[in-house]
T-cell receptor, first 113, second 113 residues
Framework: KAGVTQTPRYLIKTRGQQVTLSCSPISGHRSVSWYQQTPGQGLQFLFEYFSETQRNKGNFPGRFSGRQFSNSRSEMNVSTLELGDSALYLC????????????FGQGTRLTVV | GENVEQHPSTLSVQEGDSAVIKCTYSDSASNYFPWYKQELGKGPQLIIDIRSNVGEKKDQRIAVTLNKTAKHFSLHITETQPEDSAVYFCAASSTDSWGKFQFGAGTQVVVTP
């Protein structure tokens, strides 16, 4: 069974640009969560989608958005990039809601210059 | 609000010795506690988890204990090996957290031969 796949693995963008990251969950998993990981702030929750609906959102500005498709694949978008958005963006998939195991992808390393 | 504290931030052990990482949580609604191992350049890997109706769980050299009254849980690694060197994260979530995990800051474990 394939794991969580995130693309691309690495991205370099310029301040002010926008970026879209993609996440394909484990087959059969319907919940996808996104996290931002930085050395200073650690792992911070961005948002979670289940069956194409955003059920939970973290404390990030509106520049961060996401969506989920009918095949459970998810994308997140960051508009008007800032230097502070440089981070490892991780997505995790799980089979259902609540307290079930969540499996992470390898992440997308975003560098904003 | 929700908070997970993790100690120590770094842990250096001799190969064959045991390693213990401790976490405390503040949200009394938390009922699921996973532990993740993250190696350089990779996403977090789920290594063991425990639910609030269980006090202890073991999987080969890894064990986790949970004290709900004190709101703390610990990871125990016995007979450490060099391949155990990584950053370990504890996390907590509740039934209605909709994919959101509150992560500890991480513990850098170094196992020296």
């Amino acid at each position: 069974k394939a794991g969580v796949t995130q693309t691309p693995r690495y991205l370099i963008k310029t301040r002010g640009q926008q970026v879209t990251l993609s996440c394909s969950p484990i087959s059969g998993h319907r919940s996808v969560s996104w996290y931002q990981q930085t050395p200073g702030q650690g792992l911070q929750f961005l948002f979670e989608y289940f069956s194409e609906t955003q059920r939970n959102k973290g404390n990030f500005p509106g520049r961060f958005s996401g969506r989920q498709f009918s095949n459970s694949r998810s994308e997140m978008n960051v508009s008007t990039l800032e230097l502070g958005d440089s981070a490892l963006y991780l997505c995790a998939s799980s089979s259902a809601q609540g307290q079930t195991e969540a499996f992470f992808g390898q992440g997308t390393r975003l560098t904003v210059v | 609000g929700e908070n997970v504290e993790q100690h120590p931030s770094t842990l250096s052990v001799q190969e064959g010795d045991s390693a213990v990482i401790k976490c405390t949580y503040s949200d009394s609604a938390s009922n699921y506690f996973p532990w993740y191992k993250q190696e350089l350049g990779k996403g977090p890997q789920l290594i063991i988890d425990i639910r609030s109706n269980v006090g202890e769980k073991k999987d080969q050299r890894i064990a986790v204990t949970l004290n709900k009254t004190a709101k703390h849980f610990s990871l125990h690694i016995t007979e450490t090996q060099p391949e155990d060197s990584a950053v370990y994260f504890c996390a907590a979530s509740s039934t209605d957290s909709w994919g959101k995990f509150q992560f500890g800051a991480g513990t850098q474990v170094v196992v020296t031969p």
